[in-house]
């Protein structure tokens, strides 16, 4: 991928909830809009965001997001907006929340690794087929 290629947003997935989390890494999720489990959000990618999903890498999955993912969002799901009426910084302003299903068929790779490892977590390429699985 070039610098032109890169995707301007980002889909993160909350696949884990947040029992038995560190007190940081609830905040990130919090600030993201995605404290429940299986909630999706569309956050601008930035190194801000970049550094807040690497703190949260245990919990959630992320990819760039592509127009038939956000098409099939937008169309299966129910958006709200951020229950931060008070927001005053612009990536809560911008940002898209999602519920979703539990996957149909269930994962098919495990939730507790890595993508590198096996699993689903951390910055995830086959995100959009598993949202896919959500909506339906």
Known sequence: MTKSDTP?????VNL???????SPVRTTLRQLGIIKRF?????????EVRGMLNLAKNNVAW?????????LLQKKSKATAPKDEGAKDEMAKERLVFRLNSPKGGFKRSIRRQFGQGGTLGPNPRLPELVGSMTS
């Open 16 to 22: 884990r909830g947040i029992v038995n989390t560190r």
């Open 63 to 71: 990819c760039g997001l592509d127009s038939t993912t956000l098409e």
């Open 8 to 12: 301007k947003e980002l889909l993160v």
């Open 39 to 47: 909630s999706a959000a569309i956050v601008p990618d930035s190194s």
